[in-house]
T-cell receptor
Framework: EAQVTQNPRYLITVTGKKLTVTCSQNMNHEYMSWYRQDPGLGLRQIYYSMNVEVTDKGDVPEGYKVSRKEKRNFPLILESPSPNQTSLYFC????????????FGQGTRLTVV | AQKITQTQPGMFVQEKEAVTLDCTYD???????LFWYKQPSSGEMIFLIYQGSYDQQNATEGRYSLNFQKARKSANLVISASQLGDSAMYFC????????????FGQGTTLQVKP
């Protein structure tokens, strides 16, 4: 089954404790992105990757890191989480063609206290 | 820069009736794609329908259709014969011809279907 798998689904952590949210896709997509969803703001892109070892900042990259060592994996790293990073996070992947839809992971609801 | 505007934060519709969710977009890209996603209360993002900027006909997928008016820069989603399971948040999104794969999302519209 074609899918994007994100883990964990829920995470409660304390300020400053490093965490990683994993993302894996099995569709051989070139593009992968991370978004955060906040009420009234829709989804905003954090980081994206066009291919292995190619990553770049999206609209709200502060406080986040990513890596793309393999085509299928695109982990999101919060080195020192803060309460303003409490949000719903989505990983997404797609082919490079503009007319192809993005597939989303199940979402990770992160709470930083 | 691209921008998507959804002006209806919440809407109600009676079961079995049709409903239109509004979406306007602003882009300088000569070609672009417009998408609608559904997000039920469980949280996942479900792709519904796609419209390309050069498509001559409005897209349809089952009970979903897209009322695309390029001159007005609108891409409204029409859901026919609403069902209780249609209650969810709906997002309009656009994708331009940049190399980022980036989707620009609107703020979303929450739809509630009344029995």
């Amino acid at each position: 089954e074609a899918q994007v798998t994100q883990n964990p689904r829920y995470l409660i952590t304390v300020t400053g404790k490093k965490l990683t949210v994993t993302c894996s896709q099995n569709m051989n997509h070139e593009y992968m992105s991370w978004y955060r969803q906040d009420p009234g703001l829709g989804l905003r892109q954090i980081y994206y990757s066009m291919n292995v070892e190619v990553t770049d900042k999206g609209d709200v990259p502060e406080g986040y890191k990513v890596s793309r060592k393999e085509k299928r994996n695109f982990p999101l790293i919060l080195e020192s989480p803060s309460p303003n990073q409490t949000s719903l996070y989505f990983c997404a992947s797609s082919f490079r063609e503009m007319n192809t839809e993005a597939f989303f992971g199940q979402g990770t609801r992160l709470t930083v206290v | 820069a691209q921008k998507i505007t959804q002006t209806q934060p919440g809407m109600f519709v009676q079961e079995k009736e049709a409903v239109t969710l509004d979406c306007t977009y602003d882009t300088s890209d000569p070609s672009y794609g417009l998408f609608w996603y559904k997000q039920p209360s469980s949280g996942e993002m479900i792709f519904l329908i796609y419209q390309g900027s050069y498509d001559q006909q409005n897209a349809t997928e089952g009970r979903y259709s897209l009322n695309f008016q390029k001159a007005r820069k609108s891409a409204n989603l029409v859901i026919s014969a609403s069902q209780l399971g249609d209650s969810a948040m709906y997002f309009c999104a656009s994708r331009g011809n940049s190399n980022t794969g980036k989707l620009i999302f609107g703020q979303g519209t929450t739809l509630q279907v009344k029995p």
